[in-house]
């Protein structure tokens, strides 16, 4: 093929399927209307059927709230903070929890689902599939199986557990066939969940308490050792404790510094109060030294002291001081005074002895202090381990209480049958009053609606697929139908009266027998199968215009085919009424080269036919012709043109090698002589199969001659 081919082909490509016709897939869904109509109903009955046919199912719900249930009571510890919320990974455990297979046992103990025929295989025999499995080994038999273990495929099946959204409540739904069983079912998986928390925080308080009666006994037996081995070193190094937890020599240095304060403090008291003893006894003052004062003899001088004083002063009212009596008096005073100082400075001097003992005494114990600290001294090194072993058994000995009062406190949990779960219920199932499958309404109004779109789907789209949908971009507006006045309408035909009131009708028309013919033809011609390339039905006249049979034959065949006609005849396109198309352009701008495809391709109203008339300028023939028509069967199905008459002009001749089909239209019969020498001249110019549509009455259809 030339460069000019490829061009052309390119062209074709580019302006085919851009645009969806509206118009042809609705008539596809008109003609179809039966089929979609039946698909409805069809879809409709079969829901009706299933809806009455299957058992209801019922679904009933409970709502579970993780939080922790742990309060001041039950804490083991009362002073300790509650454990934090349940986060989303807690949570997504609590649903697992609640789906496991140690819970479902117990439910399905709980419910007695064993022999209950809607959960148990072995409660009807099984079906008759499941046996058929069973024999081939693709499922293993129920009864090798435990009671529970053969429940579990159903059980699961009609348990969901799931988390509400932004919340930690689980919500559960167990579906059955009883409302009643349904509720129950509910209710006891949420309950068995919340005893199993329990059971699991009581087995963790009977591990928690053997494994800390082990460590009481290693504990005890590590004390026990750590105190034979401290008493033993305490034996050796000398080291006995004494009171206070302090050690003998300890105790006694510190008994020593305490005798040297004493002493001390004794002797610095007999300084002081000999000090000031002298110093009364030369201000004169004995009477406020405590020491003179509380001495018997001190007191006794002092008391006829003052009862000297007093007999001088009674005789010195009436006696002068030069008197014997008043001098004998005073003389006697004076010898108390003397008597008085004598006795402060013996008071003092035995203060100043007793300073003396006491310094004496300081010495003693300052050197005694000495000794002992070098002694305490000397055994600092058997301290330090001895405080290390005596450490060592205090801590064997706090490790002991404390793991003693957690062992009791875990044994008192573990006894108790009220710890809590880290759950409640705060939404119980009911027995569910409608059923939750089959829901009737929504399953008949989606079959139906299924039904419908589906039917409607597979139209649209073997429309789609096979390109019969599809219209070239920016095609002119559709062909205008004709008006076929050229045929007049069809008058009563005129009746014969053999008896009153019976008429019978004439033969047929030269019209009628022209369309059944063509439709015989049609029918023939739409039969083949068209390969890579489109099949070409070339229509031609043994006179006459040929325009409105070749539109009649092209919209029978665009029924079921994409089709496109070529009108290269034009000569009856205006006394047809084809309206405006001598103002479109058509097959002569196309070569000129004045038009694309998408400008020359028309749609017809009436069909999914494509439509190229024949346009201005001279009759199209010659290479761009041929190169025009191999591109377009490229593209469609059947091309099918519709040439001048043969006797008058040479175009039919000289398509016909390229034809698959060659009809000829005649009012003459087919044995007639110009009709037998026009096939004879399409045989002979290699027209692959010469039809004969003939309008002469009793015609018979269509009559074809294959070239030799």
Do not use: C
């Not at 089929?35 to 209801?56: D, E, N, S, W």
């Not at 649903?95 to 809607?118: F, H, M, P, W, Y």
Request: proline share 5%.
């Amino acid at each position: 093929m030339s460069n000019e081919s490829h061009a052309t082909h390119a062209r074709v490509d580019a302006d085919r399927g851009d645009e969806l016709d509206l118009t042809g897939l609705w008539q596809a869904v008109v003609s179809r209307k039966w089929l979609i109509l039946g698909t409805t109903i069809a879809a409709f009955l079969v829901a009706l059927t299933a809806v009455m046919i299957l058992k209801p199912r019922y679904t009933g719900e409970a709502k579970v709230l993780l939080e922790n249930q742990e309060s001041y009571f039950t804490r083991p510890d009362r002073a300790a903070e509650p454990s934090q919320s349940p986060d989303d990974a807690m949570v997504t455990s609590a649903v697992q929890l609640v789906t496991s297979r140690d819970l479902a046992r117990e439910v399905i103990k709980a419910l007695d689902l064993r022999g209950n025929r809607e959960f148990d295989p072995l409660a009807d025999g099984g079906s008759l599939s499941s046996r058929v499995m069973i024999m081939l080994g693709l499922k293993r038999a129920p009864g090798d199986q435990a009671p529970e273990d053969r429940i579990f495929e159903t059980y699961f099946d009609r348990l969901t557990v799931f988390n509400v959204t932004k919340s930690r409540v689980l919500q559960v739904e167990f579906v059955s066939n009883d409302p009643d069983l349904a509720a129950r079912g509910a209710n006891t998986i949420a309950s068995l969940y919340i005893d199993v928390q329990s059971r699991a925080k009581r087995e963790s308080a009977r591990i928690a308490a053997s494994s800390l009666a082990n460590l009481l006994g290693e504990l005890r037996g590590k004390l026990a050792d750590a105190e034979a081995r401290a008493e033993k070193a305490r034996l050796e190094s000398g080291l006995l404790m004494g009171a206070n937890n302090a050690t003998i020599s300890g105790q006694q240095l510190a008994d020593i510094n305490t005798q040297i304060t004493v002493a001390r403090t004794s002797q610095a008291d007999a300084n002081a109060k000999a000090r000031l003893l002298r110093e009364a006894i030369r201000n004169g003052r004995l009477d406020s030294v405590s020491e003179v004062a509380n001495n018997d003899l001190v007191r006794r001088l002092s008391e006829q002291r003052a009862t000297l004083r007093g007999q001088i002063a009674l005789e010195s009212r009436t006696l002068l001081s030069g008197h014997p009596r008043i001098k004998e008096l005073s003389a006697q005073l004076a010898d108390m005074e003397s008597e008085l100082r004598s006795a402060a400075d013996r008071a003092a001097r035995q203060l100043d002895n007793d300073a003396l003992v006491a310094k004496a005494r300081v010495d003693n114990l300052q050197v005694a202090l000495e000794q002992q600290k070098r002694t305490v001294g000397g055994t600092s090194t058997d301290e330090v381990k001895q405080r290390e072993l005596d450490r060592e058994v205090k801590q064997y000995r706090d490790q002991l209480e404390a793991a003693m009062a957690k062992y009791q406190d875990a044994l008192a949990r573990q006894e108790s049958e009220s710890t809590p779960g880290d759950a409640r219920i705060i939404s119980r199932a009911v027995a569910p009053q409608l059923p939750s499958f089959p829901k009737k309404a929504p399953i008949l109004i989606f079959a139906t609606l299924a039904g419908f779109v589906l039917s409607l789907g597979w139209v649209v789209a073997a429309e789609l697929l096979t390109g019969r949908a599809f219209v070239p971009a920016g095609a002119a507006p559709a062909y205008p139908a004709p008006r076929n006045t050229e045929r007049e309408p069809l008058a009563a035909a005129p009746v014969e009266t053999n008896e009153p009131n019976a008429m019978r009708r004439r033969p047929a028309s030269p019209e009628r027998s022209m369309a059944d013919s063509l439709s015989q033809i049609a029918g023939q011609i739409g039969a083949s199968e068209p390969g890579d390339y489109a099949l070409r039905v070339l229509m031609t006249a043994d006179a006459g215009g040929v325009t409105a049979s070749a539109l009649t034959l092209a919209r029978t065949l665009a029924q079921s085919r994409r089709v496109i006609l070529l009108d290269l005849d034009g000569t009856d396109v205006s006394r047809n009424g084809f309206g405006s198309i001598h103002d479109v352009a058509g097959l002569g701008e196309l070569i000129g080269g004045e038009a694309s495809f998408s400008e020359v391709i028309h749609r017809d109203r009436l069909s999914r036919l494509h439509l190229v008339p024949r346009g201005h300028g001279p009759a199209p023939a010659g290479e761009d012709l041929d190169l025009a028509i191999d591109a377009l069967s490229q593209t469609y199905d059947f091309v099918v043109f519709a040439a001048p008459p043969a006797r008058n002009d040479g175009t039919a001749l000289t398509l016909a090698p390229a034809s698959d089909y060659a009809v000829i239209l005649t009012a003459a019969t087919e044995n007639a002589a110009p009709v037998a020498d026009l096939r004879n001249s399409f045989v002979q110019a290699g027209a692959g199969e010469v039809l004969i549509a003939s309008a002469a009455s009793g015609g018979g259809g269509p009559r074809r001659r294959s070239a030799a």
